[in-house]
């Protein structure tokens, strides 16, 4: 096991009504005018919007209200919102929503702190030293954003789907009750799923050096969102299946999984952001349709995990064996598993590798993945 520092300074609130402790948790902290951030009206139909205005109201926390954050969220929103936080000193961003809406705020608070573009940081012309403070309530588990410090945004003008990385981000208190989540559709379930496992494999596979608890702890991460997407599939209502559901996804990318671990890399995230920026596919969608196609083609580098992944996942004994166990259960769930299940015409795959390839640059993943391997990665969906 390689050297490391392991440093994850979000408090998680987790349980049933744990939304409606908002406005103490935020007035015990001092706050006293908030940015409330959420998407596109699913919070107002179903209450919960209602519930946290409440809670701000009794503990007298005022606040401004910044709606209309889509799935793969948008920079020009983020902007937008940059401009009311300054316009109206807010010095906390409050988040309502799944992964997109966290990641926004995130994006906002880096934003609102500087003169200068917001996007500087995502496409390393700047680094983040300050931000102000994200808290968080969650609605859908998938991207593990109440638990780290990442943020992803599209950039609708240069289609460049990029992110931000900074512990400075991590939410300082996020809200986690899994009846929040109980009416997420049977697409968007499946495509959390895929996302969680797309958090887990990826250093799982590309690591130089996975230590065995390491592995342990990623194979115990997909069994549970497995076997737990399954029974919600069936009742979604199921609270335990729901909890352990979500606290997979947060843990499947808060940093415990991938400490110990010698390299490692995230290129079927690399190809989906292109995927997702050029065509706005749902981004578990297209991590379904990527990874078994990078399976196949990245199988040999790492054999001797992949025949792992196989046997203590699935059971199975070689790794195509596990590979096509996964993508039939990707496919069982209702994810797509090719461009053309995903409505993406072939033509369009050296655009994408294009648009990958200048993201891997920038991740420091170009001499490994070229244009014309994204190319081949690509032939295999």
């Not at 919070?43 to 919007?49: A, R, S, T």
């Amino acid at each position: 096991m390689n050297n490391f520092t392991y440093y994850n300074p979000t408090r998680i609130e987790f349980g049933r009504d744990k939304e409606k402790t908002i406005g103490e948790l935020l007035a015990n902290d001092g706050v006293k005018r908030v940015l409330l951030v959420y998407g596109t009206g699913s919070i107002k139909k179903n209450g919960l919007h209602q519930r946290v205005i409440d809670s701000l109201n009794q503990s007298g926390i005022e606040y401004i209200e910044f709606g209309g954050i889509v799935s793969n969220p948008l920079l020009s929103h983020v902007y937008d919102a940059i401009d009311i936080v300054k316009s109206n000193n807010i010095n906390v961003i409050l988040a309502v929503g799944g992964g997109s809406v966290i990641d926004s705020a995130k994006a906002i608070a880096a934003g609102a702190v500087v003169d200068t573009d917001v996007w500087d940081f995502f496409i390393n012309k700047a680094t983040i030293e300050k931000a102000l403070p994200v808290y968080t309530i969650v609605t859908l588990a998938a991207a593990a954003s109440e638990m780290n410090g990442n943020s992803v945004i599209t950039n609708e003008v240069t289609k460049q789907k990029y992110s931000i990385a900074s512990v400075l981000l991590n939410p300082k208190i996020s809200i986690v009750n899994p009846e929040l989540m109980m009416s997420v559709t049977q697409e968007y379930l499946a495509y959390s799923a895929v996302d969680i496992i797309a958090h887990s494999i990826e250093v799982y596979f590309t690591a130089t050096d996975h230590p065995n608890f390491q592995s342990r702890l990623v194979e115990s991460i997909i069994k549970s969102v497995i076997e737990t997407t399954e029974i919600l599939i069936k009742d979604p209502t199921d609270y335990d299946a729901r909890a352990e559901f979500a606290w997979a996804s947060s843990q499947a990318l808060n940093g415990l999984t991938s400490s110990g671990t010698g390299g490692g890399n995230f290129p079927n995230h690399m190809i989906e952001h292109a995927l997702s920026a050029l065509f706005n596919i749902a981004h578990g969608a297209g991590l379904a349709i990527v990874i078994p196609a990078w399976m196949k083609w990245y199988k040999n580098k790492n054999l001797a995990q992949f025949e792992r992944f196989a046997k203590e996942v699935f059971g199975k004994s070689t790794a195509d064996e596990g590979i096509a166990a996964l993508s039939t259960w990707f496919d069982s769930i209702g994810a797509p598993v090719s461009l053309s299940a995903g409505n993406i015409p072939r033509e369009s795959i050296l655009d994408i590798a294009q648009n990958a390839y200048a993201l891997g640059i920038l991740w420091g993943m170009g001499n490994d993945y070229s244009v014309q391997s994204i190319e081949d990665i690509l032939g295999y969906a």
